[in-house]
């Protein structure tokens, strides 16, 4: 099994500064590996077909409209799920000095996750962006593996880190993640076409707090 993560947003509470209204973290899973790998070509592909370099990056924020509908129109037949999670950042709903700090922030809304799939998750193998502090990343591996493997169950066997520019199912997960975030905010353009398009892989999409 293998679980694919990613987020759109920031984790700030500076909303005044240009921080998000809304932190979304994605978990984008496939039961079968040769599911995962045939994805993984049909994306390649993809970039051939657009005239697109090898080695580009599908980022669902830089993305125009038309590469956008194309990727997701292109994923959306092969056999993967996804959880959400978004954070909602307003300020008389989020309290507690916990969320102040960027890191703790994240773990956090991982976790949250986390325990809305694994019931769904058995030994998995999650793949982050290696992007970032390697050192909080560890950090989050050791977080994830203590808080969510309980009972003896191991619902996480490993956590790996990959850069996103060479994983196009991270990539995949960026954009499960930007669809989600905007999803929330209806009044953002193609919002509805883009979820609708893979809505029928959706398990839960949780807003938090409520």
Same mark, same amino acid.
């Given at each position: 099994m293998l679980v694919f993560i990613d987020e759109s947003g920031d984790p700030g509470l500076k909303l005044e500064k240009g921080s998000s209204q809304y932190f979304t973290v994605a978990l984008v899973v &496939? @039961?079968?590996n040769e599911e995962a790998v045939a994805c993984d070509q049909r994306i390649e592909l993809l970039k051939r077909e657009l005239n697109l370099p090898s080695k580009y990056e599908f980022y669902f924020k830089r993305n125009s409209h038309t590469v956008r509908a $194309? &990727?997701?129109k292109a994923i959306a037949p092969y056999n993967f799920f996804y959880y959400g999670i978004v954070i909602n950042k307003d300020p008389q709903k989020l309290w507690g000095n916990g969320f102040k700090d960027k890191n703790s922030f994240y773990k956090y809304a991982c976790s949250l996750i986390f325990e809305n799939a694994k019931n769904k998750l058995a030994k $998995?193998?999650?793949i982050v962006d290696e992007s970032g502090n390697l050192d909080f990343k560890r950090q989050l591996s050791f977080y994830l593996k203590k808080r969510i493997n309980l009972d003896g169950k191991e619902i996480i066997s490993k956590i790996k880190m990959q850069r996103s520019? $060479? @994983?196009h199912l991270i990539q995949l997960a960026d954009y499960v993640a930007g669809v989600i @975030?905007? $999803?929330v905010q209806h009044?953002?353009?193609?919002s509805a076409e883009y979820k609708r398009i893979i809505a029928h892989r959706e398990i839960v999409v949780q807003i938090w707090p409520k």
């Open positions: &496939f @039961n079968d $194309s &990727f997701l $998995s193998t999650v520019t $060479s @994983n @975030n905007r $999803s009044k953002k353009k193609y």
